[in-house]
């Protein structure tokens, strides 16, 4: 299965855009770039995923590098409920990996009042 | 509320009792799959289904059984708990529409086992 890279922690402060990295770079054609954040004591909560295109939705945007082997996790103004660990997955939408979700450490994001 | 409903929320196991955790969803996901999460550590899959009657191993299969007999319901069974089994478990349950974009989990709000 494909891997992704993320750094380990990140801090923000209140109300400041937040660019959360993740590389992929043996990522396959068919995977998907999905990311979840799981706050404390919860489980992961879904929050935006993409193939090719960048993607908005109401919690966030996902900027996918032309050459796919990289995406950011684009959170426009950072809020303390926003403070969780972000996971950067690929899904896989063909062969053994088809559907799986595979979690890696994810990145702890602080956010400061 | 839709979404998927997972119970107990807790509970405490001597070692080699057996026991089932329940998942169900409303949704009419055709997926669904069973996590677990050690502290400080990501999820790890253990099983999971693509439909009613169809199941496969994850990551971390050992020492569990599910089956899939309704689209509703996909429930994890310990045979024989150990304290390597001593963990939150979370069930997640998805669409699957391959070739037309494969939409995000919706996670369980977790099942924390201990045993003793």
């Known amino acids: 299965d494909a891997k992704t890279t993320q750094p380990n922690s990140m801090e923000s402060n209140e109300e400041e855009p937040v660019h959360l990295p993740c590389n992929h770079s043996t990522i396959s054609g068919t995977d998907y770039i999905h990311w979840y954040r799981q706050l404390p004591s919860q489980g992961p909560e879904y929050v935006i995923h993409g193939l090719t295109s960048n993607v908005n939705n109401r919690m966030a945007s996902l900027a996918i590098a032309e050459d796919r082997k990289s995406s950011t996790l684009i959170l426009h103004r950072a809020t303390l409920r926003d403070a969780a660990v972000y996971y950067c997955?690929?899904?896989?939408?063909?062969?053994?990996?088809?559907?799986?979700?595979?979690f890696g450490q994810g990145t702890i994001l602080t956010v400061h009042p | 509320n839709a979404g998927v409903t997972q119970t107990p929320k807790f509970q405490v196991l001597k070692t080699g009792q057996s026991m089932t955790l329940q998942c169900a969803q409303d949704m009419n996901h055709e997926y669904m799959s069973w996590y677990r999460q050690d502290p400080g550590m990501g999820l790890r899959l253990i099983h999971y289904s693509v439909g009613a009657g169809i199941t496969d191993q994850g990551e971390v299969p050992n020492g569990y059984n599910v089956s899939r007999s309704t689209t509703e319901d996909f429930p994890l069974r310990l045979l024989s708990a150990a304290p390597s089994q001593t963990s939150v478990y979370f069930c997640?349950?998805?669409?699957?529409?391959?070739?037309?974009?494969?939409?995000?989990?919706?996670f369980g709000s977790g099942t924390r086992l201990t045993v003793v």
């Open positions: 997955i690929l899904r896989g939408d063909a062969g053994t990996s088809y559907g799986k979700l595979t």
């Open positions: 997640a349950s998805s669409e699957l529409r391959r070739y037309r974009g494969l939409n995000g989990y919706t």
